[in-house]
Structures are given as C-alpha cells and as structure tokens.
C-alpha cells in the first residue's frame, strides 16, 4: 500500500496563522473575506471585491487540451532544516534563536540541492526526456518548448534553446523562456495551451529546474556574517531559507492525439501588482556562479498572497463553471504549512482535499506546483474522473488558476547527483518521502 506524507500543522504555524486572522478581523478584513466566500454552489455567483477592482473580461475556457505527461527530476542531496541551522550556529548564538525554530514555523523539515556546478539545462533535459518516454511520444511531433524557471543558463540565449538541441526536437519548434517569479511554468502551460486550442500546434513541452543552492548559501553566510542584524531585521530573509531544487516538465497534447483525456478546462489570472515590491531579487543573476540575495516580507506577502487568491477563485469559478463543491482535488503553490493553512481556510477548502510536497522539497519555485502535481498523481491521492485546482500564487503578487479534470497519469522521475541521472525512482521511493 502506498503511503502519502503526513501533513503536519505546527504549533508555531497555527498561532501563526490565528494572529494573522485577529489582525484581520480587527481591521475589518476577516469580514470581506468571508463575504467574498460566500460563493453560491449552485449558481457559481459571487460578490466582486470592490477593493481591488478587478476586471475579467477574457474567456479563458479549453476544449482540445490535455495535460498529457509529467517528468521530474530531484536532488539526492538533501539539506535537513536541523543542519541549515547547524550552519547558522554563530547567527544563532549570538541573537540567542532556539534551534528547531525555522521547522515549527515553516512546517519544512528538508531541502533539496543539485550539485555546485550544475546547469538548470541539464535537468530540464532529463526532465523534458521523461517526459516524453512516459507518454511514449516522439520529439519529433512536439510544436512547442517553453523554459520556465526562474534559474537559468545564462541571460542569453534563452535556456530554452540548449533544451531544445540536447533533447532532439524539431527546427520548426516555436521556442523560448517565460520568467514570471513561481508562476513561470504555470504561465508557460496556459501560453502553450492557447496554441493548442487555436490549432497552431499539437503538443507542447513546459519545463522548469530550480537550483536553491547559491541562494541558500549566500543568505547563510550573509547571516553569519552581519553583526548588526536583530531578531528582527532577519525577518526577511527566513523565506530565503525555505528555497530547494527540483525540475519538472508537463507535455500537453491536443485531445485528438492524447492518451489520457486529462481535459485542461479553464484558467484564471489575477496581476495584483500594488504588491510586487514585497519579494525581490538583489540583482538579475544567471549561471552557477550567480550569489543570488532575497528580501521577502513573508508576512505582508502572505496576507495580501492570500486576497488576491481569493478574488482570484470567484473569477476560476465563473471560467471553470464550477461550485466549491465540484472540487475534489486542490495542489497550491508550496511555501509553507502557515501559508497552506490560510489559504485553503479563506476559499472555505477543505485541507484533507490538498496534497503538499514543501515538508520534504522546500519551496522549490516554478516547479513547486507541478511537481506536487506529479507526486500526487503518482501516489494515487488524484483519481479518474476528479475535478482537480491548481492554486498558483507568486511574488509580484500574481495569481494563476487552472481547472483540470483528471483521468490518466503518466508520470516517470529520477534522481539527479554528481554524476547525472543516477537512477529512477520507485513507487515505493516516491511514497517514502
């Protein structure tokens, strides 16, 4: 029998969360969020949030693709949140932390790292590959390859174009790199899938490969090193800390040629954009060499995170055509369990309906949610015929939602070391984890 991970709400996260919602329900916040949540499960109509001022006009509804194959590809190195704090022993002895701090607050006990010197090419190679072999289809018939991760090879060329000539796909393939913060794979599946829909191609590559290592590294020593920091002005970099590795690729098909009949139905985007200050890169890096610096203000992140996503579900609710209680499956954007928390608790879903990879992944950026997407499918936690959500969130603010109804999976992964591609994993590994 297969085992799915545990979900471990913790102390720390729970009164998180709680003093999250005093501070909304004492500003008046709580009370808009509950009326905007007031969501009709048989008419599907809901209140506008005159706040934010949001106006859908686009119709963002599928009928010809298929979300039809996953590949992915993990690190074997694996950082526990226990050592990371190890390696912050003199940040911590001299604010006087407690150890064990960052897992009780984040809900993540282990992080995963590519080797030093990898590129994210090469991963999304493996990935891309497959990919392909799972759903048994030939390079030759793909129309289309998108690189989406935030990490890439150089600032040019597009990463893409090393993918598309070690993987072996055609010249007449459109290619190129999409760079949207979290969202980056989910932006390049709706970009592929409107070409699909419109007939110009019939099968579409989507891949991305996060590397957290230089980032990682370079918050841990930056901490160790600045003698002037307080509890208080660490704040910021503790999402820094959360960062892992991981690449993912989804082939989507048209539904003339699928195999599976996964239906993509509709998608919803939000640009809230008044916030894109809240999460930000020091400078514009590329390559293994880069030392890369994050300043996130993960508490306003998440609050103003948690309104634009939900605006975003009434508007994913008129576009999927579907009620609350049509949803059987959610995966979001993986951060953290008091993001998690929150999140689901203010769209009124329930948590036992949500799948999560961060507890041993960390937040591995674009291909958080496709990868968990992946993994959920592998362990049998999505079945045929359930209406499934995904729930992408990223720094900007912006929001992305894609309604699929889930048929067939196909999905291969391995493991990635000094070495390359070491080996594939197992059912049993893969439920292990």
């Known amino acids: 029998m297969l085992r799915l991970p545990q979900r471990r709400y913790t102390v720390q996260a729970t009164l998180a969360v709680l003093a999250i919602l005093l501070f909304l329900s004492r500003s008046g916040r709580l009370g808009k969020y509950n009326s905007r949540l007031a969501l009709d499960r048989q008419t599907q109509v809901s209140p506008r949030i005159p706040s934010l001022k949001v106006q859908h006009n686009q119709l963002m509804r599928y009928s010809k693709v298929c979300?039809?194959?996953?590949?992915?590809?993990?690190?074997?190195?694996?950082?526990?949140?226990?050592?990371?704090?190890?390696?912050?022993?003199?940040?911590?002895?001299?604010l006087k932390l407690p150890e064990g701090r960052l897992e009780l607050m984040t809900g993540i006990r282990q992080r995963r790292f590519w080797p030093a010197e990898s590129a994210p090419s090469e991963m999304s190679v493996n990935s891309c590959s497959l990919a392909l072999e799972a759903a048994d289809l030939d390079p030759a018939s793909v129309g289309c390859l998108i690189h989406g991760s935030v990490c890439r090879d150089f600032l040019e060329p597009a990463t893409a174009c090393t993918v598309h000539h070690q993987v072996g796909l055609p010249r007449d393939c459109f290619i190129f790199d999409v760079s949207n913060a979290c969202l980056g794979i989910l932006t390049g599946i709706i970009q592929a899938a409107n070409m699909i829909e419109l007939g110009q191609i019939k099968s579409a590559l989507v891949v991305g490969s996060e590397g957290g290592r230089q980032l990682v590294e370079h918050t841990i020593a930056t901490l160790n090193r600045d003698t002037s920091l307080t509890r208080k002005s660490i704040k910021s970099a503790i999402a820094s800390l959360t960062i892992g590795s991981a690449s993912c690729a989804v082939l989507l098909t048209d539904a003339s040629i699928s195999k599976t009949n996964n239906r993509l139905l509709a998608a919803a985007v939000n640009a809230n954009t008044e916030f894109h200050d809240l999460c930000q890169s020091h400078s514009d890096q590329a390559g293994a060499d880069m030392l890369p610096l994050m300043q996130t203000d993960s508490e306003r992140l998440m609050h103003h995170g948690v309104e634009t996503g939900v605006d975003?579900?009434?508007?994913?609710?008129?576009?999927?055509?579907?009620?609350?209680?049509?949803?059987?499956?959610?995966?979001?954007?993986?951060?953290?369990?008091?993001?998690?928390?929150?999140?689901?608790?203010?769209?009124?879903?329930?948590?036992?309906?949500?799948?999560?990879?961060?507890?041993?992944?960390?937040?591995?950026?674009?291909?958080?949610l496709p990868i968990t997407l992946a993994n959920a499918c592998e362990n049998e936690f999505i079945k045929p015929n359930q209406n499934v959500a995904l729930l992408?969130?990223?720094?900007?603010?912006?929001?992305?939602?894609?309604?699929?109804?889930?048929q067939k999976t196909l999905v291969k992964s391995s493991q990635w070391g000094p070495h390359g591609a070491s080996q594939r994993l197992s059912k049993d590994a893969i439920a292990s984890q």
Not at 67 to 94: C, H, M, N
Not at 319 to 327: G, V
């Open 392 to 406: 992408g969130i990223g720094s900007g603010i912006n929001c992305m939602m894609l309604a699929v109804n889930w």
């Open 312 to 368: 975003t579900m009434i508007e994913f609710l008129k576009q999927s055509q579907w009620s609350l209680a049509d949803i059987d499956r959610t995966i979001c954007h993986q951060v953290g369990t008091a993001h998690q928390k929150l999140m689901l608790e203010s769209l009124g879903i329930n948590p036992e309906l949500d799948y999560s990879t961060f507890e041993w992944l960390g937040n591995t950026g674009s291909a958080a």
């Open 67 to 94: 979300i039809e194959s996953f590949g992915y590809t993990i690190p074997e190195e694996i950082w526990s949140t226990d050592f990371v704090e190890q390696k912050l022993a003199p940040l911590y002895g001299r």
